[in-house]
């Protein structure tokens, strides 16, 4: 059986297409590394839940995020580990204690969860070949970061780090 010309037009297209980067698509640097997310996308999904998020947040007078210098001023050779560190820290704390009575609420934060999954095994990657080092300053923000999660309970550090999102994709997108 022969395949026409037009089918094989047809799949090669479709093939190619498949691996391109969608138009959501952006390219971050961090440092050495090199990780394509779609920012849009984790950003349409957490408006669609922003408000239902920060409205389960009891103490609006803290900040995990964006505690005095936590993301401010990070020099560009530490941009990929404390970038690792958040993605690390959103992937194993934050998304796994953020689950809600509300299925379409659950679906967006097992979408947004995803989406910092690959990126942190991205980095990950990086971060193994020693293209990702670590410096004090970075070391120290992360630390603060951690204090202020941990100085609430669980559930409530989850959904106020969740409910913070944009200060991380902000600072993400400025530091490009």
């Known amino acids: 059986m022969r395949a026409s010309p037009l089918f094989l037009c047809l799949f090669s297209l479709s093939c190619w297409v498949n691996l391109l980067p969608t138009a959501g698509d952006k390219i971050f640097h961090f440092g050495a590394c090199r990780v394509s997310m779609s920012v849009t996308e984790i950003r349409a999904g957490f408006r669609a839940i922003k408000a239902n998020i920060q409205s389960r947040d009891p103490v609006r007078s803290l900040s ?69 080092p670590c410096g004090e300053e970075s070391t120290e923000k992360f630390k603060q970061i ?3 999660y941990e100085g609430l309970n669980v559930t409530s550090a989850a959904m106020k780090s969740l409910g913070e999102l944009d200060i991380l994709l902000d600072w993400m997108e400025k530091s490009r």
């Open 146 to 148: 951690l204090a202020n």
């Open 64 to 132: 995990i995020l964006s505690h005095p210098q936590s993301l401010h001023k990070v020099k560009s050779s530490d941009r990929c580990c404390i970038t690792h560190q958040l993605f690390t820290f959103y992937v194993d704390k934050v998304f796994k204690h953020c689950r809600t009575e509300d299925s379409f609420v659950n679906r967006k934060i097992s979408s947004i969860a995803n989406s910092f999954l690959s990126a942190r095994r991205r980095l990950g990657q990086c971060h193994e070949q020693n293209n990702c």
